[in-house]
C-alpha cells in the first residue's frame, strides 16, 4: 500500500495528447499511465509500453483444455468405464472433438478474463484511484509519477506548456487497496497545509 | 501524393514467366486432350475432363471470391481495404475469363452426354432408379446449363459493375454529398452480388458442378465447405499480389497493418474450412449409414488416405499452428509462404473433392494435374498484371482512403 505522488496534466484533444506523450517521454518524466475515454489507438505505441502476454497465456489455457478434455476422456471411455456406443471404437476421436473444442474455448476464454483482471487491478470490493473524473467523459488524463527530485511546479508548467487544458498534483495508491471510501482517509487528496 | 506510384509497369520478367507457364500448360492441355480427352478408353477421359474440371472450376471460384471480399467489406463499411482495393479488383476480372472456360468444359461435358463423370446423365439408369428420379428436377441438363450460365454470367455482369463503379473514384474529389451518394451505390451493387454469390457459390453451384458427380449422395455442407475453401485461397491469392506488389515498391499506402488483416482472414478462413470439413464427415461417421459414409469410404480407408490427411494437415494444422501468432500474420515472407501453401492446399482439395469421386482406385496426380495448373497460374498472372496495369493503383479519392491509410490493427 505504498501512496506515491503523482502529477496529472489533462488533455481535450488527441493531436495535443500524442506530441504532448513524446515531450514528456524525451524529457525523461515516467509515464504512470495515460487514461482515455475510449481505446486510442496507437497510444500504447507511443508510450513506449510493451505488447501484452495475455495472448501467450490464453494459448497455455487452451492448450490446457485441450490435454484436459482428451486425456480425461480417453482414459474415462478406454479405461475407467468403456462402453459401447452405438457399436463405435472406445477410442472414438471424432466423437470427442466437439466436446475437446469446447473445454479448450471455455479454458481459454475463463482464464484470460482472470488474467486480463489480474493484470488490470480489477476484483469485487477492490477499490481504484480516479485521477479525473473527466477521464471516463472527454479527458485525455496523463498521469505522471514523481520521484523525490521532482519539481512539481516546473513539471506542472512543462506540460501546460505542452497544452495541457488542466494540471495538478495528487498522492495516491499506485495500485489497488481493500476498504470502503468513507472509512478511508481519501488517500489521493494532498492534505492541505493551512497556513498559521 | 506526388511521391506514390499510381501505374502499375508490367515487369519483362513476369510476362515471360506468365507465358512460359501457359506455354507449358497449353503443351499439357493438347497433349493431353489429343492422348486421353478424345481417346476412345473411358477412363482416360474422365481422367482427363476431370481433371480440367476441377482446376477451372477451383480457379474461377477462388478469383469470384476477390470480388465476395470487396462486396462484403463494402456491405460492412469497411474502410481499410481501401488502399489495396485495386487488387482484388484485377484479380476479379479472371471470372469472365476463367468463367468462360468453365462453361465451356462443363457443357462440352453435359452436351457429349459423359455420364461416367455425371451419372445423372443417363437417361436409362435414371429412369430405373428412384433416388436419381427424385432428384430429376433438379439434376438434368437443362437446368444445369441455364443455371451455369446464369450464374457464370451475373458473377461476371455485378463484378463488372462493381468495378466500373470504382472508376469513379479516380475522376474529381468528391465533396460530402457525391462521397455518400457513391457510398450507398457501391453498397448497392455490392448487396446485389452477394445475394446472387449466396444463391449461386452458397448453395447450388457446388451441388450441381461437383456435388453430383456423386449422384447419389448428398451433404448440406458441401456448398459451405467449397465456399470457405475457395475463400480462404482467394484471401491467399490477394495477400499473394500484394507481398509482390510491395516488393516490387508499389502500394506505399499499404502495410503490415493491412496485412495483419489479409492474414487474419487466411487464419480464420482456414479454420472455418476445418469447421465445415469436420461438422460433414463427423455428422456421417456417427450416423454410418452405407449411402452416406461411400463417400468417404476410398477417401479415408482407399487410395486417396495419403491426400485426405495431406489435406488435413496443410489447410488446417500449419495455418493454426504457423498463422496463429501476432508477428507471423505481419511478416511478408511468412504470410507469402503461407499464402502458397494454403492455395496448394485447397487446390489439393479439390482434385480429392473431384478427382476422389471420378477415379475411386488410384490416384493418378501426375504430369496433367501440374501442366493444367501452370496454364492457370500462367493465365491468372499474365491477365491480372495486365489489370492493375489498366488502372490507377491507389482509388484516390475514395471516400474511405484516408481510413484506410491511417488503418492500425
Redesign the interface.
Known amino acids: 500500500m505504498a501512496k506515491k505522488k503523482f502529477v496529472i496534466g489533462c488533455f481535450d484533444d488527441e493531436a495535443v495528447l500524442f506530441p504532448a506523450v513524446k515531450k514528456v517521454r524525451t524529457a525523461g518524466y515516467k509515464i504512470h499511465d495515460v487514461y482515455t475515454p475510449f481505446a486510442v489507438h496507437g497510444l500504447d505505441h507511443a508510450m513506449g509500453l510493451r505488447e501484452t502476454s495475455l495472448h501467450t497465456a490464453g494459448f497455455i489455457y487452451g492448450i490446457t483444455g485441450t490435454t484436459t478434455a482428451l486425456s480425461c476422456i480417453s482414459w474415462i471411455f478406454t479405461k475407467d468405464w468403456p462402453l459401447n456406443i452405438g457399436g463405435k471404437p472406445h477410442f472414438a476421436l471424432p466423437a470427442w472433438i466437439p466436446i475437446t473444442f469446447e473445454l479448450t474455448v471455455l479454458f481459454a476464454a475463463v482464464g484470460m478474463v482472470l488474467t486480463f483482471c489480474y493484470l488490470c487491478q480489477l476484483a469485487p470490493f477492490v477499490k481504484k484511484h480516479h485521477f479525473h473524473a473527466r477521464s471516463t467523459d472527454d479527458l485525455f488524463v496523463m498521469v505522471i509519477e514523481c520521484t523525490d527530485k521532482t519539481n512539481t511546479d516546473d513539471l506542472q508548467a512543462f506540460l501546460t506548456s505542452g497544452g495541457a487544458v488542466e494540471t495538478n498534483v495528487q498522492v495516491a495508491e499506485e495500485g489497488w487497496w481493500l476498504g470502503r471510501y468513507d472509512q478511508d482517509e481519501m488517500p489521493f487528496q494532498t492534505k492541505e497545509i493551512v497556513a498559521a | 501524393m506526388a511521391s506514390i506510384r499510381l501505374q502499375f509497369e508490367i515487369p519483362g520478367k513476369m510476362k515471360t514467366w506468365s507465358l512460359g507457364l501457359i506455354g507449358v500448360g497449353l503443351f499439357a492441355l493438347i497433349f493431353g486432350l489429343v492422348t486421353k480427352g478424345f481417346s476412345s478408353d473411358e477412363h482416360e477421359q474422365v481422367h482427363f475432363w476431370g481433371t480440367l474440371m476441377y482446376n477451372t472450376i477451383f480457379w474461377t471460384l477462388i478469383c469470384n471470391a476477390s470480388m465476395f471480399f470487396i462486396c462484403i467489406t463494402t456491405l460492412a463499411m469497411g474502410g481499410w481495404q481501401q488502399s489495396f482495393r485495386r487488387i482484388p479488383e484485377a484479380i476479379s476480372t479472371m471470372v469472365p475469363i476463367f468463367g468462360s472456360i468453365t462453361f465451356a468444359v462443363l457443357i462440352y461435358v453435359v452436351v457429349s452426354d459423359k455420364h461416367h463423370i455425371y451419372h445423372w446423365l443417363d437417361k436409362e439408369a435414371v429412369a430405373k432408379d428412384v433416388i436419381l428420379t427424385g432428384k430429376a428436377g433438379f439434376l438434368n441438363a437443362k437446368f444445369f446449363i441455364i443455371w451455369t450460365t446464369l450464374a457464370i454470367g451475373f458473377w461476371s455482369f455485378l463484378g463488372w459493375r462493381m468495378r466500373q463503379l470504382s472508376n469513379e473514384a479516380d475522376a474529381a474529389p468528391m465533396d460530402n454529398e457525391t462521397g455518400a451518394k457513391f457510398i450507398l451505390r457501391n453498397t448497392v451493387r455490392a448487396a446485389l452480388f452477394t445475394v446472387w454469390f449466396a444463391l449461386t457459390v452458397g448453395s447450388t453451384v457446388p451441388w450441381l458442378w461437383m456435388m453430383s458427380i456423386d449422384a447419389h449422395w448428398y451433404s448440406t455442407m458441401y456448398s459451405w465447405y467449397t465456399f470457405a475453401s475457395t475463400f480462404v485461397s482467394g484471401m491467399s491469392l490477394i495477400a499473394l499480389w500484394l507481398i509482390y506488389m510491395k516488393n516490387k515498391g508499389y502500394m506505399e499506402l499499404t502495410s503490415q497493418e493491412h496485412l495483419h488483416d489479409v492474414g487474419k482472414f487466411m487464419f480464420a478462413f482456414s479454420i472455418f474450412w476445418t469447421y465445415l470439413w ?1 461438422s460433414q ?2 455428422l456421417i ?2 450416423a ?1 449409414i452405407p449411402e452416406e459414409t461411400i463417400y468417404f469410404k476410398h477417401r479415408v480407408q482407399g487410395a486417396y488416405k495419403p491426400i485426405f490427411f495431406l489435406n488435413l494437415i496443410i489447410n488446417f494444422l500449419c495455418p493454426l499452428i504457423i498463422l ?1 501468432k ?1 508477428s507471423a500474420k505481419r511478416n511478408y515472407t511468412l504470410v507469402a509462404f503461407m499464402a502458397v501453401l494454403i492455395i496448394f492446399g485447397h487446390w489439393i482439395d479439390f482434385y480429392q473433392m473431384v478427382m476422389g469421386s471420378l477415379i475411386k482406385e488410384k490416384v493418378e496426380l501426375g504430369w496433367l494435374d501440374f501442366g493444367i495448373l501452370s496454364f492457370f497460374v500462367g493465365m491468372m498472372i499474365f491477365f491480372v498484371g495486365r489489370a492493375l496495369a489498366s488502372k490507377p493503383l491507389i482509388p484516390k479519392y475514395h471516400p474511405f482512403l484516408k481510413e484506410s491509410i491511417i488503418h ?1 490493427v
Open positions: 469436420f464427415y463427423m461417421w456417427y454410418n496463429m501476432r492500425q
